[in-house]
């Protein structure tokens, strides 16, 4: 375990017994850090329900590509934690993430704090002290009560399409969602907002208008559109004529408008905009795996895998599959016990031939792989029960050895997969 694990496994102990919403407890902190996010580079504030990450990895592409230094936090991470923390372009070294935790520790002094509030101060305080021009900054649940929603005058503030998803905490309608994430949007500051259902747009534009902040709106303010070969984005300064996304599926062609909307507003040019499309990197989204024990023990078929988990998500992953070369697909699903399982898998079943449950390895939160082969089933998607992945990809390939083999469910499986398999 390397130290900053150590440190991390810590400050589990000093999480709330319940988790109540509030910036109470993170401004304590940051008052007492003096106030590092008062000084973090301009920042771009990204929330919404999916694509928050894929959008986010376009435009630091975006930005990168004309020479800007970027830092970026988003989460959850998938291998290891300091993926959560690239600073000025490059992920933050372990012994540096362990000295800012003992200080936001220290400074902390025991208080009742979550595990999200505390590593958010630490990154605000990586930002503060290392010089950059942008800081890009990914929602972690909901936006208006939400950790990093402590920055006064971003910038810029994106949100990407709002769904159901985390009713526990952010309400069980969409109107009331759209106005969690709603509450990242600052007097004055430009939002870009995806495409959205008409109850979270009116929301949002709501939100927006009350607060004087400029709209750049898809379908109002511009447009991007999947053309043979490529796509194009259009807005009221002119059109790009683009490559289709490096990231995987039709739903990309949307983030990437999302992306460019948000690059134009911050002056980028179009060679920006086609290295936001053609060089973001976004792993366990629709992720081809091609090296590894799972992709050796896989032999002629092919190993994918992605960590969407809610119903939206699952709509995302069914018409990937459905414009992929033919050849049968099987599934290896595990997820945790407050998605809507059913809502997920039910689009799915039109594309998949199979579907082996497994249980999320170390995470107390998993569904029993009996409870989601038993949700399988009911939506009409043939399934068994594996212990573990790997028993599951053996098991698939010894039935369909040139299958295309899809292991998704939960970010948590997908960071899981990616450790074990190297």
């Not at 460019?260 to 920006?272: C, I, S, V």
């Not at 407050?338 to 579907?355: F, H, Q, V």
């Not at 998607?381 to 599951?392: F, I, M, R, S, V």
Request: some cysteine; charged content about 20%.
């Amino acid at each position: 375990m390397t130290t900053s694990d150590t440190i991390l496994s810590r400050l589990m102990a000093l999480h709330p017994k319940v988790i109540d919403l509030s910036l109470d407890r993170m401004h304590r902190l940051l008052a007492a850090l003096g106030h590092p996010e008062r000084a973090v580079p301009p920042v771009i504030h990204v929330a919404g329900t999916n694509g928050k990450g894929s959008t986010q990895a376009m435009i630091r592409a975006g930005l990168e590509a004309g020479g800007a230094r970027v830092h970026a936090y988003t989460s959850p991470h998938l291998a290891e934690f300091r993926e959560r923390i690239r600073l000025a372009g490059t992920l933050i070294e372990d012994a540096a993430l362990a000295d800012l935790l003992a200080e936001v520790e220290a400074a902390n002094d025991g208080q009742p704090i979550t595990f999200f509030e505390i590593t958010t101060a630490a990154a605000f305080l990586a930002f503060a002290r290392t010089p950059a021009d942008f800081t890009l900054l990914e929602v972690g649940l909901g936006g208006r009560l939400d950790a990093t929603n402590v920055i006064a005058a971003p910038r810029l503030t994106v949100i990407t399409p709002v769904s159901i998803d985390h009713q526990q905490y952010l309400g069980d309608t969409l109107p009331l969602i759209a106005a969690e994430k709603a509450g990242i949007i600052k007097p004055r500051v430009p939002v870009v907002i995806a495409a959205q259902e008409d109850d979270a747009m009116r929301v949002i534009e709501a939100r927006a208008m009350g607060l004087s902040a400029p709209i750049l709106a898809h379908g109002q303010h511009w447009t991007v559109a999947a053309e043979p070969g490529g796509m194009v984005f259009q807005d009221d300064h002119g059109l790009w004529d683009l490559p289709r996304p490096v990231l995987m599926g039709a739903h990309q062609v949307q983030n990437a408008g999302t992306a460019l909307a948000a690059l134009r507003a911050l002056g980028a040019t179009e060679a920006q905009a086609r290295a936001a499309v053609t060089r973001a990197e976004w792993p366990a989204r629709m992720q081809r795996l091609r090296r590894g024990p799972l992709v050796d023990l896989a032999g002629g078929a092919e190993l994918w895998l992605d960590g969407g988990h809610n119903p939206a998500g699952g709509e995302a992953l069914a018409a990937t599959l459905a414009a992929m070369s033919a050849r049968p697909t099987h599934l290896i699903c595990g997820m945790l016990n407050t998605k809507d399982i059913a809502g997920y898998l039910r689009p799915l079943a039109r594309e998949a031939a199979s579907l082996t449950a497994i249980d999320i390895p170390g995470e107390p939160n998993t569904l029993p792989a009996r409870a989601t082969a038993e949700a399988a089933r009911g939506v009409g998607l043939p399934a068994t029960e594996a212990a573990d992945a790997a028993q599951a990809v053996a098991a698939i390939t010894a039935r369909d050895p040139g299958a295309r083999i899809l292991i998704c469910g939960s970010l948590y499986l997908a960071g899981r997969v990616l450790r074990e398999n190297g």
